[in-house]
């Protein structure tokens, strides 16, 4: 790995228990509350050291590996790994929340599970003059999507540079910087986060950092900045929430 492009650490602010143990995506809520999802038990609204609450919904789903919420709080698009389904439905709500199946993401590979794991919002005009949903494709290829949030239609895919690629293992989740527009992705086998920039199409590796705590935290499975651009991050195992400095 080049000197420029090195692992440095990220500084731990905070470390909270969420009470979601198997804790695969989470996105920031303009509140302040999470929208955190568990493998098999759905979606959940926590804050930090508070018992979390079901978020209950009209359709039983499984295996959510990503989340991701609107800029204004109201819509949540949940996303399946074994399928590549996407949801969409409302965040609030006092009876089983609706929910729309968009459709599908596309398979990249040979495997029958789609590999898709991961999911953000992009509000216009962070990457571009319109919203997107971005995804990220866990294993070979890895890669980074654009998708309409209404109608799931493609946009563009675009590779992991090199550089990247070898920093990396898996990729779990990706969040987008609200201001500048740069792309956050997560490895939880590297436990390393790697910052992203759209530059002439591609994908430039800018910088890459390592997470704070041990095997005993369980793998980084999300990651969320919130509106002001700090990063927080959700781990499986035990379910632990990261609150980490601006990297």
Known sequence: MSR???ARPVPLLGRHRLGVPEASGVARLPDGRFLVVDDERGPFLCRPDHAPEVVATATPLSDLEGVAVSDDGASMWLLSE???SVWRGPVEGEDERPLTRLGALPRLGKRRNRGWEGLAWAPAPTLGGRDFLVATHQRQPRVVGLFDPVTL???????LPRAARKSLGDLNDVTVHPQTGRLLVVSGRKARLAELALAGGELELIHVWRLPGG???GVAEGIS??????LWVVTDGEGWLYELGKP
């Open 215 to 217: 095997k005993k935290d």
């Open 4 to 6: 420029k492009h090195r």
């Open 82 to 84: 074994r399928d590549g």
């Open 153 to 159: 239609a493609p946009h563009a895919t675009f590779p």
């Open 225 to 230: 900045y919130d509106q002001h651009g700090s």
